[in-house]
């Protein structure tokens, strides 16, 4: 199939993160594109062509990919990140639409701050089936930490944390 049009350095960074989210990997396409020397523009614009052309259904990015590759890259053990995505779980609903890398760093900063959390939101989250684990190993990690390992903002990361923590006041599941 030829693009014509379009550089072949962007259509191989276009197939290769199809390849990634296929796969269900985190992966962001900006990483891809420095590996390629190439705008996120251009890839995109790459990457809408073969959708269209090859009809390919390619799926959302996976909160729980990132929420693993987050939690690697912050050292994160890996019975806070089973916290994390539990946590997660429970909120999914609220963070329907929301930008994914947001979502995982708010289940992983809810997780790890669990310990610090006021004894009305632990009950909540008690109430929510969420256990705490209690780990005196685990160093607490703070938003700015999992912000730029998520390569977002803080402000990002503090309001999908105040979505779920909302959402799991209001007993929804």
Known sequence: MTYQGISRRAIAAAREYIGYILKNEAVDIEEITAIYSVSPRRVGFALRRILRTEDINLPSPSVKAWIQRLSQELGIKPEI?????????????????????????AAIYIAVDLIRFSDEDRAVLRENGIREVDDPEQRFITQREIAEAARITEVLVRHRYRDMIEWLKRGQS
């Open 81 to 105: 990140t089973k916290l994390a995505v539990e946590i997660y779980e429970k909120t999914r609903r609220s963070s329907s639409g929301k930008c994914v890398r947001g979502t995982a760093g």
